[in-house]
């Protein structure tokens, strides 16, 4: 769950669904972040990180079961 209190968030669609959330993390931030400034982000279980493609990128994808 992503909850953005202030600030702003970048919704990314394709044919109608959020493809892709984009919210900003502060410089330096080299392990999976699960906040920043204004929102917070909460993974259920069987959700993960991983680095994105650019360096300082996450992606939070679905871990196989």
Same mark, same amino acid.
Request: without cysteine; negative net charge.
């Given at each position: ?5 202030? /600030? &702003? ?6 044919? &109608? ?10 410089? /330096? ?6 906040? /920043?400034? /204004? ?27």
């Amino acid at each position: 769950m992503l909850t953005v209190e202030s /600030g &702003g968030v970048l919704l990314v669609r394709h044919e &109608g669904s959020i493809t892709r959330v984009v919210v900003p993390l502060a410089e /330096g931030t080299d392990s999976p972040p699960l906040s /920043g400034d /204004g929102w917070t982000l909460e993974l259920s279980a069987g959700w993960s990180f991983e680095p994105g493609p650019r360096a300082g990128d996450w992606v939070v994808v679905r871990r196989e079961r």
